[in-house]
């Protein structure tokens, strides 16, 4: 859907050729987790954590180990030490890091493709388009006036594409709230949006799971801006009024900043230095900032943890795999895919050299998950069962840096953990 309501837009608004309007069914393999694109080459990288490039596509077409090497040689690639720092977002590069973002990866390589095509440029000039399909599909305003494709198509069909809340993660908040526990709810999401998706996904009551509720919230901003910056605003009828000088009780609000919420925990705990924990899927805009700019303990749901458990339908355990398709029927095998074109999320060889043994490394973003997280997790279904006094292994709390997966770390990290260990 997300693919669909930006490539309508470059197509219909911006006359972009007809064809990126059709998908092949394999074509969803090249979303991948933590690439780069740079945007005036046209190129995706997936680095290591030295900031060298791993792999590489031009537009959808994979470069070769050597043409790797002679493009980027083996030295650290051009921008990593901004897109590193994680601060700044910059006109040059755009980091996929999400599933919310990911479709766009595919098509902006598919316009690559299809500019290479007609008229062979050499600096690229589309992300402007992109932008404006974004802002066309996702402004606050357009869900109330069923603009773009996007938000139309979800209120319409909310079972197509949302899970409902598992039982035990419904039981796991109710449990932490009568513990006590001061629960929030904080998205990038405007209100009329946040609260189709939690009626559907968590039920009408959903507003009595929670202490705060902060919508629009304009994530890392929410984190790194001070009060004067983005000051918080209630909401009336889905329509944010003036801003708050600071903020008193628990509610739903919106924007605002990391600084005066706290400031409310305090007030709420009695306590001078109350402890969070933030959940979020997104290095950029969940754990890094939360971690950088607040300290908070930052638990990242990594479904690549799923990648290692591939299951097989029964009924086609007999036969070989190569005559397996990677889609039984159209469903990928559950839970989750692992893309062909860019391999593991977690380590992946040098390349160029044969002897892959000596050669496997770690991902940038997975050096930044034990960097910046105090666990990762698959789900939160995985965690909900536990006791609430159960204690997780920190990712610092030894020199491992496998500690803080749970249940279990990425098999991929397996064979780099006893080496770096062994040393």
């Excluded at 005036?40 to 180990?65: I, Q």
């Excluded at 491992?400 to 397996?414: D, N």
């Amino acid at each position: 859907l997300i693919y669909d309501s930006f490539a309508q837009y470059l197509v219909t608004e911006k006359g972009y050729d007809k064809d990126l309007l059709t998908l092949a069914p394999d074509g969803l393999d090249f979303c991948c987790k933590g690439l780069v694109l740079d945007i005036e080459e046209g190129n995706f990288l997936k680095l290591a954590e030295d900031g060298t490039v791993l792999r590489a596509s031009h537009g959808t077409k994979s470069m070769t180990s050597e043409e790797i090497l002679e493009t980027f040689g083996r030295r650290e690639w051009k921008h990593f030490n901004t897109v590193s720092g994680m601060v700044s977002r910059s006109a040059k590069y755009y980091l996929y890091d999400n599933y919310f973002d990911l479709p766009g990866a595919l098509l902006c390589a598919r316009v690559v493709d299809s500019l290479d095509q007609h008229d062979g440029q050499k600096k690229y000039d589309f992300w402007k388009d992109m932008v404006a399909a974004i802002q066309h599909n996702y402004k606050i305003s357009a869900f109330k006036e069923d603009c773009g494709m996007y938000f139309p198509e979800v209120k319409n069909h909310p079972d197509k594409y949302l899970q409902r809340c598992p039982e035990s993660v419904k039981k796991w908040l109710k449990q932490l709230k009568s513990a006590g526990k001061i629960l929030l709810l904080i998205t990038s999401s405007h209100s009329d949006y946040c609260r189709l998706l939690c009626e559907h996904i968590l039920g009408n009551d959903f507003e009595e799971y929670f202490d705060i509720v902060i919508t629009n919230a304009l994530k890392p901003g929410f984190f790194s801006h001070t009060p004067n910056q983005r000051p918080f605003r209630t909401l009336e009828n889905d329509e944010e009024q003036e801003a708050l000088l600071s903020l008193d009780k628990p509610g739903w609000y919106s924007q605002g900043n990391a600084i005066q919420l706290y400031e409310l925990l305090k007030k709420m705990t009695g306590k001078l230095d109350p402890k969070v924990v933030y959940f979020g899927d997104s290095m950029h805009s969940d754990i890094f900032p939360a971690h950088h700019y607040s300290n908070w303990e930052t638990v990242f749901i990594l479904e690549e943890l799923l990648g290692d458990k591939v299951t097989v339908p029964a009924e086609t355990e007999s036969e070989p795999l190569e005559k397996k398709g990677k889609y039984e029927g159209d469903q990928l095998k559950a839970p989750y895919f692992v893309s062909e074109q860019w391999g593991s999320f977690f380590v992946d060889r040098l390349p160029g050299l044969e002897n892959a043994e000596e050669t496997l490394v770690r991902t940038w973003s997975c050096k930044c998950i034990s960097t910046y997280s105090t666990i990762a997790i698959p789900s939160l279904e995985e965690i909900a069962d536990l006791p609430l006094d159960y204690r997780f292994t920190r990712f610092s709390s030894n020199s491992s840096a496998t500690a803080g997966y749970y249940p279990s770390p990425p098999r991929a990290l397996l064979p780099i953990e006893e080496s770096v260990t062994m040393k």
